[in-house]
């Protein structure tokens, strides 16, 4: 068999793409790709070194001298800035706040849409993001569109928090956050959340995990003519 596929995984801030993406990378048994993470990370030593997203020059600098690697673990995916784990300080409420005015900028786009183009050079990736389809593997053999409504995205991250979801002030308040997020990552000039016109769109409100998990599978054994049962 030659190279295998990859698989691109795009969709807004809540619609359940990483969970998604995560399982099913490891029912096919390819690496993952969580492209967040990366633009988390930059934005993580930008705060750090006190660069802001306005300073396109000062970025740059950052951009040559940061490493960024992305590595599965016993306990999950892990992210590691300079060599340190930074996994759990990239989900920060500050981070996620700021994180797509970094993400807006060509400069930053540029340098992690090369890294990202380097782990699927061999195939067998699944990577999830909100370009992945349009800009970054636009030649990827299967891509899929995950969105769900706002009110279900918002109860998934309060979820994550660990969160009561009947807190509805909490509720206005991460609803608030994601509409905000979704109208910068849309509205951007370069690279915005947009559906890829061969992408295979799936709502995944008040479907489990398992459901859309096999809607996937269905459409990736379609494609590659290989049966994806287990
Ligand atoms: O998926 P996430 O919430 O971890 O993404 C973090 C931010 O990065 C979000 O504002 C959108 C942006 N992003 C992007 O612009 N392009 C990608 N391929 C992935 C994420």
Do not use: W
């Not at 807004?12 to 099913?24: D, F, I, N, V």
């Not at 396109?56 to 001298?65: F, I, M, N, V």
């Not at 700021?98 to 900028?105: E, I, L």
């Not at 849409?113 to 699944?126: A, I, K, M, N």
């Amino acid at each position: 068999m030659g190279r295998k596929p990859i698989i691109a995984l795009d969709g807004p801030a809540g619609s359940g793409k990483s969970t998604q993406a995560r399982a099913l990378a490891e029912r096919l048994g390819y690496r993952y790709l969580d492209t967040g993470a990366m633009y988390r990370s930059v934005a993580l030593a930008a705060r750090r070194a006190g660069v802001g997203p306005e300073d396109g020059a000062a970025l740059g600098a950052l951009l040559e001298r940061i490493s960024i690697v992305l590595e599965a673990s016993p306990e999950g995916p892990r992210v590691l800035l300079d060599g340190a784990d930074v996994s759990a300080e990239i989900r920060t409420p500050e981070i996620s706040r700021v994180v797509s005015g970094y993400a807006s900028r060509p400069e930053v786009r540029m340098a992690m849409v090369r890294l990202q183009r380097e782990q699927g050079r061999d195939g067998g990736l699944v990577a999830e993001g909100r370009d992945i389809g349009s800009v970054v593997f636009p030649d990827a053999e299967v891509k899929f569109y995950v969105e769900a409504s706002l009110e279900e995205r918002a109860r998934r991250r309060l979820r994550d928090f660990g969160a009561d979801e009947s807190d509805t002030e909490r509720l206005e308040e991460v609803l608030a956050d994601i509409a905000n997020r979704d109208s910068v990552d849309t509205g951007r000039e370069h690279s915005p959340l947009l559906v890829a016109e061969d992408a295979v769109r799936i709502d995944t409100t008040g479907l489990t995990v398992d459901e859309v998990l096999e809607i996937m599978l269905a459409r990736v054994a379609e494609v590659t003519g290989c049966s994806t049962e287990s």
